[in-house]
């Protein structure tokens, strides 16, 4: 498999830090040392679909192909307003394309998840050209009184068409069930025989926990596939990870003893956009004209679960 096109679709609304000073018990100077970030893009009157469709359209189009072309759909999602049709489906509709298509949910290591199911998809002959997408919109998890969790956060979607290649090397992808540490649960409807007691509670948070398993099964991952592949971490252009905080990112390349020069980041200006995150670094870097055919890429996501993906890709285009 390989990458032959990118997209990405932010809201128009951007929030800065001192947006929230005038309704939390925080600052800028908290947020930017201890997060990184300075502003965020938050959803207002767009749906999440209608990103979620810009986004692919503009990686369709960037690949050379029309939606009729897309042949599988895969979308990372944690939420939308629907529960159900998925997300994949509404988009498939919206675009004009005519394929299958499913939803995965695996937090914010998602989008990487997606890109491994497209390869085994492409290598088994069942798919040509698949358009993979994340669309998030974390913001609606979090309770906008919490400080803690709050001011973390951005909604956007990002999205790469992919099709039969060399341009995919390796993946690691791992689950440890913590579902203590990061959640968000929600009520069902009720029906006339529920006895049990049912939470529906905003996104709760470990930071402390969070923080310190991301650095270390991050670090971990990336040096595995770094060995599995035979390559030193210099041999890699960049290291596109999620975009969760500024001091993970740091932390991570500490363990990988690389300067931040190897670590673009996007998250002082787009908060954590929970999957969509890599996929929308990887659009802008790629639209920055900051990627050169060769350039070996290093993707790497963690989430709730808690999950990890990472894969290494060389960039085709
Ligand atoms: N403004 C001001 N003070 C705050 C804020 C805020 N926004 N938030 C918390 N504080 C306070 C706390 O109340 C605490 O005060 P106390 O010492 O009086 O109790 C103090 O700051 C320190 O709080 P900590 O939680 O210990 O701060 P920490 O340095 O750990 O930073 C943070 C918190 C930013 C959440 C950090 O732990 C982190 O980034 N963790 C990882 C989070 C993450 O990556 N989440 C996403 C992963 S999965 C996904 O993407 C869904």
């Not at 809201?11 to 502003?39: H, Q």
């Not at 025989?193 to 650095?215: D, H």
């Not at 050169?292 to 894969?311: E, H, N, P, V, Y």
Request: negative net charge.
């Amino acid at each position: 498999m390989k990458i032959i096109g990118t997209g990405r679709a932010h809201p128009a609304k951007v929030v800065t830090n001192a947006m929230l000073e005038e309704f939390l018990d925080t600052s800028n100077k908290w947020i930017v040392e201890r997060t990184g970030i300075s502003e965020r893009k938050l959803i207002t009157n767009e749906r999440l679909e209608e990103l979620a469709v810009k986004a692919s359209l503009l990686a369709i189009e960037d690949a050379g192909l029309k939606p009729k072309d897309i042949d599988y759909i895969i979308c990372s999602n944690v939420v939308n307003e629907y529960i159900t049709p998925s997300l994949s489906c509404i988009v498939q509709g919206a675009i004009g394309a005519k394929c299958a298509c499913v939803d995965v949910n695996v937090a914010c290591a998602g989008f990487v998840y997606a890109l491994d199911m497209a390869d085994d998809r492409i290598k088994c002959g069942k798919a040509k050209n698949i358009l993979v997408l994340a669309a998030e919109e974390p913001t609606r998890m979090v309770d906008w009184s919490d400080r803690a969790t709050c001011v973390l956060f951005g909604d956007g979607a990002g999205a790469v068409v992919v099709t039969e290649g060399e341009g995919y090397m390796g993946s690691r992808l791992s689950a440890v069930s913590m579902t203590d540490s990061l959640h968000y649960m929600r009520c069902l409807e009720p029906t006339p025989y529920i006895t049990k007691e049912e939470l529906s509670a905003p996104m709760y948070m470990n930071g402390r926990q969070v923080f310190k398993t991301a650095v270390m099964l991050s670090s971990r991952d990336i040096k595995a596939l770094l060995a599995d592949e035979g390559l030193a971490p210099e041999d890699i252009k960049y290291y596109i990870l999620h975009q969760a905080n500024m001091r993970i990112i740091e932390a991570v390349a500490n363990h990988m003893e690389l300067d931040m020069s190897y670590f673009p980041h996007n998250v002082e200006y787009c908060g954590n956009t929970s999957s969509a995150s890599v996929a929308l670094l990887l659009d802008e870097l790629h639209r920055a004209g900051k990627l050169q055919r060769g350039d070996k890429l290093i993707l790497s996501a963690f989430g709730a679960g808690f999950t990890t993906g990472t894969c290494l890709i060389e960039w085709t285009k």
